[in-house]
């Protein structure tokens, strides 16, 4: 398996509608250890409308020719990528 064919879109298991709508992806890192950005959006279960982008940083092991899931952290908004921004900007002097 090729890092290019990861993806987190997930459908809904019964009527096969996208609930999970992938719109961008980064690799970060490559090897044995991935990490990879996501833009994603979510489907509102209420209005069926996909409400605001957001990040998703996931790391994969890749074992036996296949990438398995290790860890991910969202980032939920707007407000909480520009605190992030910020701190790495002031931490590496950027």
């Not at 009527?15 to 090897?31: A, M, R, S």
């Not at 489907?43 to 398995?68: C, H, I, M, N, W």
């Amino acid at each position: 398996m090729d890092a290019d064919e990861l993806t987190i879109e997930v459908c809904d298991t019964e009527t096969g509608e996208l609930v999970l709508k992938q719109l961008d992806k980064e690799v970060l890192t490559k090897g044995a250890w991935q990490s990879m950005m996501f833009l994603y959006q979510d489907r509102d279960a209420k209005t069926g409308e996909f409400g605001e982008p957001k990040v998703s940083l996931r790391r994969y092991q890749k074992s036996q020719g296949t990438f398995k899931a290790r860890s991910k952290f969202n980032i939920s908004g707007k407000a909480q990528a520009e605190a992030i921004i910020a701190t790495l900007k002031k931490w590496y002097n950027i």
